[in-house]
């Protein structure tokens, strides 16, 4: 069975810090990998951990696959924690 070009790479090892590193290490590898989607912006997480979230898809977009994408969500999803943004509904926006 041919396999595309995400299934073969695998993510460097990273020193985990605690348990919420652990979870974004193995999801974005997950997702990398084709065998999980995963909603990051909507788990109920403070803002050190969306920092350290953030921390991890700006370390390894390149290695991630929509690596770029899920930096700049984690980045604005954090934003959104730290400066206390409120959430707007898509479709109030006419999405």
Same mark, same amino acid.
């Given at each position: 069975m041919p396999q595309d +070009?995400?299934?073969t790479v695998?993510?460097?090892p990273v020193a985990v810090a605690d348990d919420a590193d652990q979870i974004f290490e193995?999801?974005?590898l997950a997702v990398q990998?084709?065998?999980s989607h995963v909603d990051y912006l909507s788990h109920a997480l403070d803002e050190r951990?969306? +920092?350290k979230s953030w921390r991890y898809a700006n370390k390894h977009r390149d290695l991630i696959f929509n690596g770029r994408r899920l930096e700049n969500a984690s980045?604005?999803?954090w934003f959104q924690e730290k400066f206390h943004l409120r959430k707007l509904d898509p479709a109030d926006l006419n999405w």
């Open positions: +070009q995400y299934s695998v993510l460097p193995e999801r974005a990998l084709g065998q951990d969306l +920092q980045w604005r999803r």
